[in-house]
């Protein structure tokens, strides 16, 4: 199994790839700015890629090479080496990004059938509320009240107790370890 450091976004692997990123951006002669506006994405995503913060769908590594090998040419590097720059970002590993990249990458805990985070979505249902209805009771969003049940999140001890408030009191039987 991988170590968690270095497959978890900021991990090891993603700052080594986003250095590799970094300095054919650098080689070209480009700053981060202007490697956005040839790519076509946010300044953000480019330093987040740098950072190891982000991983690159398929689009956008595309649309950063095509960039690389545009600014060989423009920079005087010379089209060969815009060319050098291109296939090297295309060979750097990059894990594929899941499908929701928002949140993470961490793994849910607890979500089989009858787990803490299954229990908690059965007693909320046996009430006849919705996840928004639980949250405006508890005075949180209702993402936050979503993840607790999907698994993403462990509830305190304190909060627990205002959940049995709403829910009743079966929430304090659950087991979030």
């Known amino acids: 199994m991988p170590d968690p450091a270095e497959t978890a976004i900021g991990g090891s692997r993603h700052i ?3 250095n ?3 300095n054919l951006r650098i080689k070209q002669g480009l700053s981060q700015s202007e490697l956005a506006n040839a790519a076509r994405v946010s300044l953000a995503t480019i330093v987040k890629l740098e950072r190891g913060e982000r991983v690159p769908g398929e689009k956008v590594k595309e649309a950063l090479a095509e960039a690389l090998e ?12 815009g060319a050098e720059a291109a ?54 969003t209702e993402q936050k009240y979503a993840r607790f049940e999907r698994g993403y999140s462990r509830p305190s001890e304190s909060f627990l107790k205002d959940l049995a408030r709403v829910l009743g009191e079966d929430v304090k039987k659950i087991r979030f370890e």
């Open 16 to 18: 080594a790839q986003g």
């Open 20 to 22: 590799a990123l970094r």
């Open 70 to 81: 545009k600014a060989g040419g423009e920079a005087g590097t010379g089209a060969e080496a």
């Open 87 to 140: 296939a090297a970002l295309r060979a750097i590993d990059w894990p594929p990004p899941y499908a929701a990249q928002s949140y993470n990458y961490r793994q849910p805990i607890n979500v089989e059938a009858g787990g803490p985070a299954d229990q908690l979505k059965q007693l909320r249902l046996a009430t006849g509320l919705t996840q928004s209805q639980v949250a405006m009771k508890l005075g949180i």
